[in-house]
């Protein structure tokens, strides 16, 4: 079963201390929005975690005032389906579900001259962070590019979170363009539960849209393999006996 590691390392130097984050791949078994909702939730998920992260400030998708305006490219309401990230043109894995991606603006009002009306206008287009939930298998391509994130080893992509109905066909498609991780949220690890875990992946896109409804996702996406549970980690710190640790609240 493969295991989370989460390694803390503190470092002295000229009487200031600070704390630094080292994550691991390990395959050991273990010792012990108000954002609308957009993409729906997944059939099934596949695979399974066995990498460490931190959490990393976010990077904000806009600042958002009392007059922005939310401008989706078209409005629809989605049956529940599977959900797939797709990276390069290649569908990497199911998500157990993913939202966001929305166009923002921020609605500029202004008059011209001595004119009484008051005039509008769309400011600043930008789009919102994709939140994506999984489980996933470390073997699986994208699973790098999680992985480099706390290295700071930052890498954009380009792909899309593709939403298909129970026959597989593609009922929704919302692409992206030069999106970096901006955030990695660990769940609450518990030593006596064997509840599956799952990260959420903050995404932030340099633009977002909706794409096309032709194709259909793989079926090779739903293909179970080992999950990694909540109960599946290690933690260590320099200096201190951390075997007795058997719960950690998410990070």
Same mark, same amino acid.
């Not at 919302?174 to 030593?191: C, G, N, V, Y």
């Given at each position: ?21 080292? +994550? ?5 078994? %273990? ?22 992260? =931190? ?48 166009? $923002?603006?921020?609605?500029?009002? @202004?008059?011209?001259? %001595? ?5 509008? /206008?769309?400011?600043?287009?930008? @789009? ?9 298998? $470390?073997?699986?391509? @994208?699973?790098?590019?999680?992985? !480099?994130?706390?290295?700071? #080893? ?12 129970? !026959? ?28 599956? +875990? @799952?990260?959420? =992946? ?18 090779? %996406? /739903?293909?179970? /393999?080992?999950?990694? #549970? ?6 260590? $710190?320099? +200096? ?7 719960? =950690?609240?998410?990070?």
């Amino acid at each position: 079963m493969p295991l989370l590691l989460i390694r803390l390392s503190c470092v002295l130097a000229s009487g200031d201390s600070s704390e630094g984050w080292e +994550g691991q791949m390990s395959n050991e078994r %273990s010792r012990v929005s108000t954002r609308r909702r957009f993409l729906g939730t997944a059939a099934g998920v596949t695979g399974a975690l066995a990498v460490s992260a =931190i959490e990393s400030g976010r990077a904000d998708a806009a600042g958002i005032s009392e007059n922005t305006a939310t401008l989706p490219a078209t409005t629809r309401s989605f049956a529940r389906g599977p959900v797939v990230l797709e990276l390069g043109g290649t569908q990497q894995a199911l998500l157990k579900s993913a939202d966001g991606g929305d166009t $923002i603006a921020q609605v500029i009002t @202004y008059r011209s001259g %001595s004119e009484p009306v008051a005039h509008k /206008q769309i400011g600043n287009v930008k @789009y919102e962070d994709f939140a994506l939930l999984t489980n996933f298998d $470390i073997e699986l391509p @994208y699973a790098q590019w999680i992985v !480099n994130m706390p290295n700071f #080893q930052v890498t954009r992509k380009n792909g899309a979170v593709v939403v298909g109905d129970f !026959n597989f066909a593609v009922r929704s498609r919302r692409e992206f363009q030069q999106a970096l991780i901006s955030e990695i949220t660990i769940p609450m690890l518990d030593a006596s539960s064997k509840d599956l +875990g @799952y990260f959420t =992946i903050g995404v932030t896109p340099e633009h977002a849209s909706d794409g096309s409804l032709k194709g259909s996702i793989s079926k090779k %996406s /739903q293909n179970v /393999q080992k999950r990694w #549970q909540i109960q599946n980690f290690r933690l260590e $710190i320099d +200096g201190l006996d951390c075997t007795r640790v058997n719960k =950690i609240d998410s990070f």
